[in-house]
Every structure is written in structure tokens, then in C-alpha cells.
């Protein structure tokens, strides 16, 4: 499978804290994105960072990527209740016309 | 306002039925996709189309069915073929393919009665 493998699965943490999740993934990229769910909604696009890059933010979004270990981290920091939903990584492959979506972790912020 | 919409938000389909979802978007984006998505799983693609009068399969696009006769729109029919249709299907659009992000619609939730 193309797809990449987000981890933790779950994540509960208290507001305030920071979030960390990562995703790993199998073939070489042009980019890797990062979008949010909320529960029943449509995913929206929070991130993108390209095979050339390491790092990239955004606002309170820390992106890493390491493209020798095929992995990618999303730091949330000083996490809200509102951040609450879940989160998937999507990479766009080498020579691919579509993105492959990762299982996602849900993450839950306790106010 | 620019964006991507999705309807029905809910339908019920009975056994041996087709449906069809429909998918607009106003974005003027070239690529649309449409993914399917169960409980607490990832997101599958279907089908997706590049360009109007194109499409190609996904990982999953048997029992389902599309058509792009405009920029616009996507429509998706299920058919009934489909033996598992109940899920979440969700609808994106993008520009110069995975470059750059999707624009996903809301959603529309099928449930076999």
C-alpha cells in the first residue's frame, strides 16, 4: 500500500499542551500535506511541505519532514479544545496524480 | 464564495438501487476526485479525472461510477453492484494535480435500507 501510517492512533492530552503525531510513509514524494477532520465533516487542508524541505509552520503547526526515514511529524502547539478532530497525513508520490491518505489519529483535547 | 459542495448531505439507498451523488465546485480547479471513507478508517480513492472528458480508477472503483462532462461537476453513482455502499464519500478538487492541497465538500453520508 501507497498509504501512509499515522501514529499515535489516539491522543488525548489536557489544553494547553502540545500535540505531536507522526506518519510514516513507503515511496519517494514530491510533497507530503497534512489536513484535519472534523467529526463528519469534509477534511481541510492545513499543510504543505515539499521533498526538499525540512520544516515548515504555520501559525501554532510545526511540520517536520525526513525524507531518509520516510517520516513527517505535526507539532501542534499550546493545544485548544477546539483543535480537537482527527488528523491525517497525505502524500503525494513521485510520479502519482492523487494523494494517499494515512489511517489518521484522533486527537482530543480536554479543557 | 469559492468552494466545493456536496449533496444530498444524507441518503438511504435500498438494496438494488442506484444513486448518484452529485459534486460541484466553483474553483475552477482541473482535478476533482471522489474518496470513500469508513468508521475510524482512511480515506480510499475511488475514482479522480484530470481533465473534463477523462477519469481513472482508484483502489476501489468497482461498483461505482462517474462522468465529467464538465468542469464543474463529478457526479458519483453507486450502483448496485456495490455490495458494501454504506460509508461517508467525500469529493475533492485541485489544482495542477497533488501540487498543491485539496479542497474537500462536506461530504454525503449513504446508508443502505
Known amino acids: 500500500s501507497q498509504q501512509g501510517e499515522e501514529d499515535p492512533q489516539a491522543l488525548s492530552i489536557q489544553e494547553g499542551e502540545n500535540a505531536t503525531m507522526n506518519c510514516s510513509y513507503k515511496?519517494?514524494?514530491?510533497?507530503l500535506q497534512w489536513y484535519r477532520q472534523n467529526s463528519g465533516r469534509g477534511l481541510v487542508h492545513l499543510i504543505l511541505?515539499?521533498?526538499?524541505?525540512r520544516e515548515k509552520h504555520s501559525g501554532r503547526l510545526r511540520v517536520t519532514l525526513d525524507t531518509s526515514k520516510k517520516s513527517s511529524s505535526l507539532l501542534i502547539t499550546a493545544s485548544r479544545a477546539a483543535d480537537t478532530a482527527s488528523y491525517f497525513c497525505?502524500?503525494?508520490?513521485?510520479?502519482?496524480?492523487?494523494?494517499?491518505f494515512g489511517t489518521g489519529t484522533r486527537l482530543t483535547v480536554i479543557p | 464564495d469559492g468552494g466545493i459542495t456536496q449533496s444530498p448531505k444524507y441518503l438511504f439507498r435500498k438494496e438494488g438501487q442506484n444513486v448518484t451523488l452529485s459534486c460541484e465546485q466553483n474553483?475552477?480547479?482541473?482535478?476533482m476526485y471522489w474518496y470513500r471513507q469508513d468508521p475510524g478508517q482512511g480515506l480510499r480513492l475511488i475514482y479522480y479525472?484530470?481533465?473534463?472528458?477523462?477519469?481513472q480508477k482508484g483502489d476501489i472503483a468497482e461498483g461505482y461510477s462517474v462522468s465529467r462532462e464538465k468542469k464543474e461537476s463529478f457526479p458519483l453513482t453507486v450502483t448496485s453492484a456495490q455490495k458494501n455502499p454504506t460509508a461517508f464519500y467525500l469529493c475533492?478538487?485541485?489544482?495542477?494535480?497533488?501540487?498543491?492541497?485539496?479542497?474537500f465538500g462536506s461530504g454525503t453520508r449513504l446508508t443502505v435500507v
Open positions: 474553483l475552477n480547479h482541473d482535478a
Open positions: 497525505a502524500t503525494g508520490p513521485t510520479g502519482a496524480n492523487n494523494l494517499f
Open positions: 479525472s484530470q481533465i473534463v472528458n477523462d477519469f
Open positions: 475533492a478538487s485541485s489544482n495542477q494535480g497533488t501540487r498543491h492541497g485539496y479542497t
Open positions: 515511496t519517494s514524494i514530491n510533497n
Open positions: 511541505i515539499r521533498s526538499n524541505e
